[in-house]
């Protein structure tokens, strides 16, 4: 039976894509059969690296701790770059030289070729925010004769199929993807308040889920009936003391998500980086990592 296939494909440490490969089905089918044999899944989540305003220091404990873990699932919420260039804010004249578009992507592309390097076996998934949807308004608004031609979207000029990361885009400035029942996504809300998004998003959305976006961390919990929804803010990897902004309420960090199939139960489990120093640490499984 292919059940048994995938699961003894699956144990001697074969990724998703392997297994289907080997079997020739898709990868949807090698996850219905996973999920049929009740197989615990582990995901490391993180957002708004905002390449070239990242903080390498924050993402390299990150993917550090990813390493640790060893996740089947990676997930990037959104705004990896921050395309600068093409936004319609005014441009800082000391930033021209350092943020220029075509920096910006071969800089994006390399953290995609690490990033798979790191993680060769897992799943790796890319959810477009709002300033992914800068780069089809630049082309819609200025070049529009462009669109539809081979190359010019973002994702193949990320060469994400090569890479075998699958991206999630609505056409929109927020897209989502649904991992069982944790909706995790990069809406294009924010309030002032930890916390006060994920309340506002749990209300609109009647679901659990994990936004990106507001570049600080907050939890909201309620209760409908016998059920408990669950939504969380999921920090940061960008610096945070822009030169556009004095101290903003923002911090860094991301989430390692625990996933049953069987039960479909999850917990997020968010793990906010601390600066002291000149050391960047994170607490994990009761220590303390740091770069």
């Known amino acids: 039976m292919i059940r048994e296939k995938v699961k003894s494909l ?5 990724s998703q894509r392997k ?6 089905i898709s990868r949807g089918g090698v996850r219905h059969y996973l999920d049929k044999l009740h197989i615990q899944r582990k995901a490391l989540i993180f957002n708004d690296i905002h390449i070239p305003f990242h903080d390498p220091k924050a993402v390299e404990l990150t993917l550090k701790v990813g390493e640790m873990l060893d996740p089947h699932v990676v997930v990037i919420n959104g705004d990896l770059g921050d395309f600068w260039e093409i936004s319609k804010f005014v441009k800082h004249a000391s930033l021209l030289s350092t943020a220029t578009l075509s920096r910006e992507i071969q800089m994006s592309k390399k953290f995609l070729r690490d990033l798979r390097k790191r993680f060769p076996d897992a799943d790796i998934h890319y959810i477009f925010g709002n300033h992914e949807y800068r780069w089809d308004v630049h082309i819609d608004t200025h070049a ?13 000029q990320l060469e994400l199929d090569s890479l075998d990361i699958e991206h999630h885009y609505t056409g929109i400035r927020e897209s989502s993807w649904l991992w069982g029942k944790l909706l995790i996504g990069h809406f294009n809300k924010v309030s002032k308040h930890s916390g006060y998004t994920a309340k506002m998003l749990l209300e609109e959305k009647g679901i659990s889920l994990l936004q990106a976006h507001t570049h600080r961390g907050g939890t909201h919990y309620k209760r409908v009936y016998d059920d408990i929804l669950v939504a969380h803010e999921n920090f940061c990897l960008c610096d945070i003391n ?3 902004l004095d101290r903003p309420n923002w911090q860094q960090g991301f989430s390692i998500v625990y996933r049953d199939a069987k039960s479909d139960l999850f917990w997020v ?7 002291r120093d000149g050391k960047y640490r994170v607490f994990f499984n009761g220590k303390v990592i740091e770069v």
């Open 10 to 14: 699956y144990e001697k440490g074969l």
């Open 144 to 156: 529009r004769e462009f669109v539809g031609l081979k190359g010019m979207s973002l994702a193949e």
């Open 269 to 275: 489990e968010p793990h906010p980086i601390v600066k």
């Open 242 to 244: 822009p030169c556009y």
């Open 19 to 24: 297994i289907a490969s080997e079997l020739e």
